[in-house]
């Protein structure tokens, strides 16, 4: 069974820079698709950012794009994403995610999540 778990989250101005962090164990992580994905409070949870087993092929949602950056090594069994200029529309919870897949991830094919981490933006 894997497990997830997510970290770097916290409070930040508009403008501001967060790098999110999620360690994988407990299945092959260098075999499957990660992802990133958030919920605001009142909001269903949406996707953020994908990536392929091999680091070779990127997602981002429209609301993110050329802000926020996925990035996986797999020697470290991890995954980050890196969030620039953030607004205070980013403020959610944070998921990480494996999907069941080795080249993409979306809700329907995730497998295992994290507990989430909380990026608040204050303006």
């Known amino acids: 069974q894997v497990r997830l778990v997510e970290s770097g989250g916290g409070l930040v101005q508009a403008g501001g820079s967060l790098r999110l962090s999620c360690a994988a164990s407990?299945?092959?992580?260098?075999?499957?698709?990660m992802g990133w994905f958030r919920q605001a409070p009142g909001k269903e949870r949406e996707f953020v950012a994908g990536?392929?087993?091999?680091?070779?092929?990127?997602a981002y949602a429209d609301s993110v794009k050329g802000r926020f950056t996925i990035s996986r090594d797999n020697a470290k069994n991890t995954v980050y994403l890196q969030m620039n200029s953030l607004k205070p529309e980013d403020t959610a919870l944070y998921y990480c995610?494996?999907?069941?897949?080795?080249?993409?991830?979306?809700?329907?094919?995730?497998?295992?999540w994290g507990q989430g981490t909380q990026v608040t933006v204050s303006s």
């Open positions: 995610a494996m999907s069941g897949s080795a080249y993409y991830i979306n809700p329907t094919n995730v497998d295992s």
């Open positions: 407990g299945r092959s992580f260098t075999a499957y698709a």
């Open positions: 990536i392929s087993w091999s680091g070779s092929t990127t």
